[in-house]
């Protein structure tokens, strides 16, 4: 074959660094972004926050100062929503200002004594976090003040050690037997009688082996009655069929009234199965909303939270030395670019998030003003179309964003949803049949609870079709147990 030379026209979409960062950051939670931003922050030394003394009346949109170079800055929480926002003048700062704040930025306190107080108090409440007590050192400290034997206090600790968050022995006896050195000479009866010794110990029902055995712990520790007595049959003998809510053949079997079964019933439930639970450490997450929707003027308005809003600026006494040797060669205009960029993907990704925000608020008006039960069917695509931006996109913007409402927070995903017909043609969100089938089981009778196909046929004598399958399967996605689990006494 002889060589030749073709022309060929094609149309590719290039992935530039700008727009591969807009795409990530659009994808990112405020967590996420945040620390994202401080990466940046660290590596690039022409970007940094904007500092509360600094901050004033800002803009939302970019502004041009006299060396041309731009400065961005989140909305302020005195601020209106973006479409009230003005564009005010930029402030300067002497160099001595700068100076001063650059120190205080740095952790100074001099002459300024709530800062002080405020770092006192920081170091107090850390303090106090790691002052709280595990169960390890609850127990342990029982122990340093029983009258035990050397030997058993050495095979307490050693069962303390064994047990799980909840409070119960995990492993069997003869397990942990099988651990311990045979030149201790250590028996199973030796490990019986140190365990009914820690299951004597404060919270009752420590060291348990099964929830039936922390429950008869906390039975027999109570005064002795008839209540309390029945109480601990029922749990030796037939706690699977109180379980299962078979009261019928729970009354037959232990021959009682409906009124002492029912007593004996409030008794075990009043028992706690997981005893140490108090002794947990608490994995408190919590959640800064992107967006708060408030009523106003009649109308309902979603802003951007200023908590989540990044302030940030390019540094002005860098930029002014860059402005200076425009024309020259300098390897921090690289980065220059990069704070630019940062701050102007930031903004955008805030600009799509609010827009995204006002569209499925428009949408779902009416859950803002009756609740879960008047949620209309949405799906991407009408979102997508209203601001004209691709379903994709629209999917990253919904995920793990959050929007603060009087109702509660719920993320954005949570305003989407398929829908089930109706018949008089229309369409009902599946959130709002949920929440109709959970006020439906939430004001049944307990003696007669409502079976799926109970609620199926009433949904359709409200005009939502939803076959038998479809009402169990949102009972399950709700958490809410069977008919007879739900029936009662």
């Known amino acids: 074959m002889k060589p030749s030379l073709q022309i060929k026209l094609s149309q590719q979409l290039a992935l530039t660094p700008q727009l591969q960062q807009s795409i990530k950051l659009l994808q990112l939670s405020t967590l996420e972004m945040n620390q994202e931003i401080e990466r940046y922050l660290l590596e690039n030394p022409l970007l940094e926050r904007e500092e509360e003394t600094e901050r004033g009346i800002s803009s939302a949109h970019d502004r041009m100062n006299g060396d041309g170079v731009t400065e961005w800055s989140a909305p302020s929480r005195e601020e209106a929503p973006r479409e009230e926002y003005a564009e005010s003048e930029p402030g300067g700062m002497t160099m001595a200002e700068v100076e001063e704040d650059r120190w205080f930025q740095d952790g100074g306190s001099y002459g300024n004594p709530d800062r002080e107080r405020d770092r006192d108090d ?28 050397d030997r058993d206090r050495v095979l307490i600790r050693f069962l303390i050690e064994a047990l799980d968050d909840n409070g119960y022995l995990a492993s069997s006896l003869e397990e942990l037997l099988e651990t311990l050195p045979p030149e201790e000479a250590i028996e199973l009866e030796d490990l019986e009688i140190a365990l009914r010794q820690l299951q004597g110990l404060d919270p009752t029902g420590v060291g348990a082996r099964s929830p039936q055995e922390c429950l008869t712990l906390q039975l027999a520790a109570l005064p002795r009655d008839d209540v309390r007595d029945l109480a601990l049959v029922i749990v030796a003998e037939h706690l699977d069929l109180l379980a299962t809510r078979d009261f019928g053949k729970l009354k037959k079997r232990l021959d009682v009234s409906d009124a002492a079964l029912k007593a004996a ?10 005893p140490a639970a108090c002794f947990a450490p608490l994995d408190a997450r919590y959640v800064i909303p992107d967006v708060i929707v408030r009523k106003m003027r009649g109308r309902w308005l979603s802003q951007i939270n200023p908590d989540a809003y990044p302030r940030l600026r390019v540094n002005r006494l860098y930029a002014e030395i860059l ?8 390897s921090m205009s690289a980065q220059l670019q990069e704070a630019r960029w940062l701050i102007k993907n930031v903004q955008q990704r805030f600009d799509t998030i609010a827009r995204v925000s006002q569209a499925i608020v428009d949408r779902q008006r009416r859950f803002f003003e009756h609740g879960e039960v008047a949620m209309r069917p949405l799906v991407l695509r009408e979102i997508a179309d209203e601001v004209s931006l691709h379903e994709s996109t629209v999917s990253r913007v919904t995920s793990q964003k959050y ?49 799926d196909l109970k ?19 949102y009972r399950e996605a709700l958490n809410i147990p069977p008919v007879n689990v739900r029936k009662s006494l």
């Open 122 to 149: 920081d170091v107090e409440a850390q303090d106090i976090q790691a002052a709280t007590t595990t169960l390890r050192d609850h127990l342990g400290g029982q122990l340093g003040l029983s009258r035990f034997s």
């Open 265 to 274: 019933r409030s008794l075990i439930v009043a028992m706690n199965p997981r």
């Open 403 to 451: 929007m603060a409402t009087p109702r509660g927070i719920f993320e954005l995903k949570y305003f989407f949803g398929s829908h089930v017909a109706t018949d008089s043609g229309g369409a009902c969100s599946a959130t709002a049949i949920r929440a109709l089938i959970k006020q439906l089981i939430g004001a049944e009778n307990g003696n007669s609870p409502l079976s």
């Open 455 to 473: 609620i199926s046929e009433i949904l359709g004598k409200q005009g939502i079709v939803v076959a038998r399958r479809t009402v169990a399967k």
């Open 323 to 330: 402005a200076q040797q425009r024309r020259g060669e300098n």
